[in-house]
Nanobody, 127 residues
Framework: QVQLVESGGGLMQDGGSLRLSCAASGRIFSSYAMGWFRQAPGKEREFVAAISQSGDNTYYTDSVKGRFTISRNNAWYTMFLQMNSLKPEDTAVYYC????????????????????WGQGTQVTVSS
């Protein structure tokens, strides 16, 4: 198993930047593909970005392409989400997630693909 803890959320003005972190503990971090999801009030949890176990392969939902960057440092057991040019519609609770994989390039975009989740961190963007 792996335990995940998000941090870095907060209140930001429209156009600002935040960097979220996801600290992992437990099993070998590099054996997991990782993802970021978010859930706004009254909406379902949605995919934001994913990264393969090696970090060489990434994928983003269209609404954040060019603004958000997902990365990971396997030696630090940490994943990041750099969020630039934030918009009010980015307001949500952001969750990191992990799933064990056997191949270095695979990544996943569905919530059901991830068995391990953090508790979430709130991001609020004011207009």
């Amino acid at each position: 198993q792996v335990q995940l803890v998000e941090s870095g959320g907060g209140l930001m003005q429209d156009g600002g930047s935040l960097r979220l972190s996801c600290a992992a503990s437990g099993r070998i971090f590099s054996s997991y593909a990782m993802g970021w999801f978010r859930q706004a009030p009254g909406k379902e949890r949605e995919f934001v970005a994913a990264i393969s176990q090696s970090g060489d392969n990434t994928y983003y939902t269209d609404s954040v392409k060019g603004r958000f960057t997902i990365s990971r440092n396997n030696a630090w057991y940490t994943m990041f989400l750099q969020m630039n040019s934030l918009k009010p519609e980015d307001t949500a609770v952001y969750y990191c997630a992990a799933t064990p994989v056997n191949r270095g390039t695979v990544l996943y975009t569905e919530t059901d693909d991830y068995p391990y989740w953090g508790q979430g961190t709130q991001v609020t963007v004011s207009s």
